[in-house]
């Protein structure tokens, strides 16, 4: 996997993913919505940590400055 997620795409990703994971955990979002927030916020801070997003690549979009 080459990576495509650029440094500010992936600080604000993490950002994202960290607040679902909160506000499904803690914020009272009557379920089943809260297990979505949970699994986007997850998806979110999983594609951060390894810098690659899929859809990215179906897309052919990069953020990453070094190819």
Known sequence: MKSNLGGLDRIVRVAAGL???LAGFIAGIAAPWNYVAMGAGGV??????ISFC???AI???N???TE
């Open 59 to 61: 897309f052919g979009i």
């Open 54 to 56: 899929p859809l990215y």
């Open 44 to 49: 979110f801070v999983l594609t951060s940590s």
């Open 19 to 21: 607040a679902l994971l």
């Open 63 to 65: 953020s990453c400055p």
